[in-house]
């Protein structure tokens, strides 16, 4: 199947473009019937790829979840990459590593993604929070810094460079 067949997912490209020094939120979901959290080894490939990427100076990694079904970051663009190139390296890193840990084989990741330019600075917060709190929206857990695959969880927060953002 053709990706301009898929409903929708062709609409996802147009208009896109990458600028240097933007916020942009993006999200990602996995191929049906597959978790990001069932296997923390799996959850772990992917936060350290999000990281990965930043020690690269491909981007500065701001709030991000991992939920089961799909993952929210907001990064702002170094301008070494587009963030099509980032989304790809990130998937098709993260779908080989995801893959053999599970033993598995085929595609992990649908196909495209959303992105949203971050246009306005007083929406970052907004946008912060509404990404910590997906857990507590779905009802995995009661309150947002419970949740183990986030930003707010004390083994990620300090790797965040929170002064670049608010």
Known sequence: MSFENIPHQSHLRKGRFSEEGRAYAVT????HGISLVEDPSVTESLIKALFWMERQNVYSLGAFVVMPDHYHAVI?????????QIMREIGSH???????????????????YYDRAIRKTEDI???????HHNPVRRGLVAFANEWPYSSIAAQYSRRIR???FL
Do not use: P
Request: proline share 0%; glycine share 12%.
């Open 125 to 131: 917060e907004g946008i912060f929070e509404y990404i």
């Open 162 to 164: 929170w002064h670049l």
């Open 28 to 31: 990602k979901c996995v191929s």
């Open 76 to 84: 702002v663009l170094a301008g070494t990459k587009s963030l099509s």
């Open 94 to 112: 993260t779908a080989r590593e995801a893959n053999r840990i599970m033993g598995s084989s085929g595609q992990f990741w649908q196909r495209g």
